[in-house]
């Protein structure tokens, strides 16, 4: 079994920073892709951003210039730094990764964290 503990969320005004950490854990033989999510009142669950196992980036054009994703691959860690944080990106935050469950596995498995609210305040 795979499981995807974040940590980090909670309360903070209007243009501070947050940092969101979710570590992976389990029958793992390598972690592909990792990413963030979110999910606001409302409204549908959308990318935040993702990083591939070599370190590529996307984002969303909502959060570029504010929002870093990285990783540590040793410890199958994501990361995600908030800064110039705004009313709107209040949501719960969901980590997800892509697994290779076995070394002779053919394809990825996704697992999801169990969200984690940020709350911006105004």
Known sequence: QVQLVESGGGLVQ???????SCAASGSIFRVSAMGWYRQAPGKERDLVATITNSGTTNY?????????????????????QMASLKPEDTAVYYCNANVYR??????????WGQGTQVTVSS
């Open 14 to 20: 209007a243009g501070g920073s947050l940092r969101l």
């Open 102 to 111: 076995y070394r002779t596995s053919y394809y990825t498995t996704d697992f």
């Open 60 to 80: 969303a054009d909502s959060v570029k210039g504010r929002f870093t994703i990285s990783r540590d691959n040793a410890k199958n860690t994501v990361y995600l």
